[in-house]
């Protein structure tokens, strides 16, 4: 972007703020409140996500400053309210940031990533004992609109914590199997409720088992999304480039297609 003045967090904030002002203020913007906005904060999060995939920098350079701007929409309404501000946000993350390092800013040391994770737990773990009369569970602190699939891990990772876990990685797929007869019995069955509650039990256990091989199962299934959306894509136009119209066009020959995308990759 080429500007003849650089700006900076300053003037975004300005800007934030002469938007919501209530007399010469922007009327989609003064009528928003948190409600109403997070779904905007939400996708830009994902456009973040999409750029990174993509890997345009560009482009993410742009999502990051919508990002940005839907912190500082936040914490301008909470301002409104008299709760905090922009610079309270501020504030708090770079406070966590140096408490969460003491590798980094203070005496502790840290040689590996896992030594890192067992600093950060530390440290959550300290502040969370600051509040004990709100944090009553093991399973506290896990978002509750994250999506499901992260969401899975981060509450098997907190009951694994404190010792609810399986032994070794091969017991979840023991207990895969099983999910899955009694999947077979429930679609033997016609019983809708319990088709849906197994293919919960087996898609909970799918995330666990990416957990304890350290994978994110949310980035694993997003992957493969991106990879059936490339591969589909390809097949399309596969079919249109041969004259063909995927609808007249026969499953054989689809799959064939198919294999043709997965093999030039």
């Known amino acids: ?135 009553n569970s093991a399973l506290d602190g896990v978002t509750v609109a994250l999506p499901a699939l992260l969401k899975a891990q981060k509450l098997q990772k907190k009951a694994a914590k404190v010792g609810f876990e399986w032994p070794d990685v091969s017991h979840v797929l023991d207990k895969l199997e099983e999910e899955i007869l009694e999947m077979r019995t429930a679609i033997a069955n016609s019983d809708t409720d319990n088709q849906k509650e197994e293919l919960g039990d087996i898609l909970f256990l799918l995330a666990n088992y990416g957990r304890m091989l350290g994978i994110n199962s949310e980035e694993a299934l997003r992957q493969c999304n991106n990879k059936f959306e490339r591969r589909f894509r390809g097949l399309e136009t596969d079919i249109k480039n041969n004259g063909g119209s995927l609808l007249e066009t026969p499953l054989e020959e689809m799959e064939n297609a198919w294999n043709r995308q997965k093999n030039k990759e």
């Open 1 to 135: 972007m080429n500007n003849q003045r650089n700006y900076n967090l300053t003037d975004l904030i300005k800007v934030m703020e002469d938007l919501r002002a209530p007399k010469t203020g922007c009327p989609w913007d003064i009528e928003q409140d948190f409600k109403t906005i997070i779904p905007y904060t939400l996708e830009e999060a994902y456009e973040v996500a999409d750029a990174v995939d993509r890997g345009s920098m560009p482009d993410l350079r742009e999502e990051l400053g919508d990002l940005l701007f839907q912190s500082i929409y936040h914490a301008q309404m909470a301002a409104e309210s008299g709760h905090f501000n922009i610079h309270d946000v501020i504030h708090d993350v770079t406070e966590k940031m140096i408490s969460r390092h003491p590798h980094v800013f203070g005496n502790v040391k840290a040689s590996s990533a896992a030594d890192v994770d067992k600093i950060w737990e530390i440290q959550k773990e300290a502040e969370k004992n600051k509040n004990k009369d709100k944090d």
